[in-house]
């Protein structure tokens, strides 16, 4: 009901433009290329003439479907009451449903995901072959829809060493890596076939793992950054502000009441029961935290939403099966993350993100202009803007093509200027301000405020 059926970033319009033609040279999409969400987007596009809305519904599809794992493993802890409530709180999450309902792979990956983490648990106490293979079948599923979520396969780790302690069988066990390895092939070799060649595929791979972990990734290689104020942005503003509270004061209220209570009506949990009963899933939560912290960009919440998903759950399962009141309350939450959720999904489909704003503003002005940007360029070039715009990141070639278009009027986005500012170069006083751009940050946290200026000469 409230998909997006428009690509807003860089990364969307790299998704949407796939659906046409796929082709990574052209970075539709970019590496790693994402080949099973592309080709479930490319299914539901055969009956809706969308991409953006092909790629949305197909992540509902997904999600809607990750309620029976995550119901299964709740009723591993609790009754199949409070079970099907901690459900009813993942699942309305209001971050989780803005994910789902954009044109990127997060809603896809993180529904698998769930089908990952129970086929993990079943295979972890069941001896029989197909539930050893199945966590396996699923892993690949996951590797091809989003493969930034790898840390999570050291779960795979747990399952051949609970397996091996079974069987004491190393031809088992070797057999169980093979496939492994052979399941995450059928999507690589596919990858390699649409590039032409598998010299070509890996220099495009290495330029792009190059570029990610040292000039525009957002690491903590790249960004060099103290290591406290990433710290800070990850868990305060992208797992808690953001992921669990999605800004909402209320929520956020619900959360503390409900925390509040459920530590004067339990007794308090020791905390080695605690680790015992959920060690698997709290050292994939820390794997995915480390990786998140030093090899992922931090300014998008996006990201780091499994770690929310999985914090949820577990506070979920330890509360609400304690006791009526708190079911009860848990209930109540559900309801208030829909209330809270559904006029902020509604403004995300119907209202136009900044970069809208700026090319609908700059389309409207008759003389002829040049529009220097960061990545806005992207989102233009997907409008087809009828205004010339260019992207450049660094400033010695910025100066550089402005020569050519001193008959130009020139503009340039804050993001180009704060890119300036990175590389130690001030421009502020050829700058005058002519208009700012706003949409929601939940939806976009680094192009949500794009202030546009005019460049004048000095």
Not at 69 to 82: D, I, Q, T
Not at 323 to 347: D, N, R, S
Not at 436 to 446: C, G, I, R
Request: aromatic residues 16%.
């Amino acid at each position: 009901m409230y998909s997006v059926s428009f690509p807003s970033t860089w990364d969307q319009v790299d998704f949407v433009l796939a659906l046409d033609r796929y082709d990574l040279l052209a970075m539709q999409p970019h590496f790693p290329g994402y080949p099973i969400f592309i080709f479930g987007g490319m299914l539901v596009y055969l009956f809706i003439e969308n991409p953006s809305l092909s790629l949305s519904v197909f992540n509902g599809i997904i999600t809607v479907s990750a309620a029976v794992p995550m119901y299964l493993l709740a009723r591993k802890y609790v009754n199949s009451v409070s079970a099907l409530t901690v459900t009813l709180v993942l699942q309305s999450s209001v971050y989780f449903m803005i994910l789902v309902s954009q044109p990127m792979s997060e809603g896809s990956a993180i529904g698998v995901l769930w089908w990952f983490l129970w086929s993990l648990f079943i295979g972890l106490h069941n001896n029989k072959i197909r539930y050893q293979l199945l966590p396996l079948i699923l892993f690949s599923i996951l590797m091809g829809i989003r493969l930034s979520y790898l840390p999570f396969g050291f779960g795979l780790l747990f399952l051949w060493w609970f397996d091996y302690k079974r069987n004491r069988d190393s031809i088992r066990l070797a057999g169980f890596i093979f496939l492994a390895v052979l399941f995450q092939m059928i999507w690589v070799v596919a990858l390699i076939m649409t590039e032409g060649s598998l010299k070509g595929f890996i220099k495009l791979s290495m330029a792009f793992v190059s570029g990610h972990f040292t000039s525009w990734g957002g690491t903590v290689v790249d960004t060099h950054e103290p290591f406290f104020t990433r710290l800070y942005e990850l868990v305060i503003n992208n797992i808690i502000y953001v992921g669990m509270f999605a800004k909402s004061t209320i929520l956020l209220i619900g959360f503390v009441g409900i925390s509040i209570v459920a530590l004067l009506k339990n007794k308090k949990e020791e905390a080695g029961i605690f680790l015992k009963k959920h060690y698997v899933m709290l050292t994939l939560l820390l794997s995915y935290f480390l990786w998140n912290l030093f090899a992922q960009n931090v300014e998008k919440p996006r990201h780091s939403y499994p770690i929310t998903l999985m914090l949820l759950f577990l506070w979920l399962v330890s509360i609400a099966g304690k006791h009526t009141l708190l079911k009860w309350a848990c209930m109540g939450l559900a309801v208030m993350q829909l209330v809270i959720g559904f006029p902020i999904l509604k403004e995300q489909t119907k209202k136009n993100p900044a970069v809208y704003q700026t090319a609908n503003y700059l389309a409207q002005k008759d003389e002829e202009t040049v529009v220097y940007t960061w990545e806005e360029t992207r989102v233009f070039q997907y409008l087809d803007v009828p205004f010339e715009h260019k992207r450049f990141y660094t400033y010695d070639l910025f100066l550089q093509d402005k020569k050519y278009n001193e008959n130009k009027k020139i503009y340039v986005t804050n993001h180009l200027i704060e890119g300036f500012k990175e590389q130690g170069i001030d421009v502020s006083d050829h700058l005058e301000e002519v208009k700012t751009f706003k949409s929601n940050e939940l939806f976009d946290p680094v192009y949500d405020e794009i202030t546009l200026y005019q460049w004048e000469e000095k």
